[in-house]
């Protein structure tokens, strides 16, 4: 299982940038599917999360400017990012909770893009 990051960039003040990522490989099934970052002297943080049903979960900086969304056909989960702020840039890193089949019954494993670096700046 793979994921691929796209979508990043320099972008203004106030703009918009629209991330994607795809899952590949041999799985069952995508479960949770999320995008973190990772700020440059700072931890990694969940910015935004989507469960198997749509459910979605932002943390308090970015509520009510970005919008996470996922294509189930397209294994493909998006984070739409308006009124960009300088602090928001950071390196993001999408994440997948996967599931695969094995003689046992599904296995569950946590997988992460390779990161796309956004900047905020005039």
């Known amino acids: 299982v793979q994921l691929q990051a796209f979508g990043g960039g320099l972008v203004q003040p106030g703009g918009s940038l629209r991330l994607s990522c795809v899952v590949s490989g041999n799985f069952f099934r995508i479960n949770t599917m999320g995008w973190y970052r990772q700020a440059p002297g700072k931890q990694r943080e969940l910015v935004a999360m989507i469960g198997l049903r749509g459910e979605t979960h932002y943390t308090d900086s970015v509520t009510g400017r970005f919008i996470i969304s996922r294509d189930d056909e397209a294994n493909t989960v998006y984070l739409q990012m308006n009124s960009l702020k300088p602090e928001d840039t950071a390196v993001y890193y999408c994440?997948?909770?996967?599931?695969?089949?094995?003689?046992?019954?599904?296995?569950?494993?946590?997988?992460w893009g390779q990161g796309t670096q956004v900047t905020v700046s005039s």
């Open positions: 994440n997948a909770d996967v599931a695969t089949e094995t003689r046992s019954g599904l296995r569950f494993n946590e997988y």
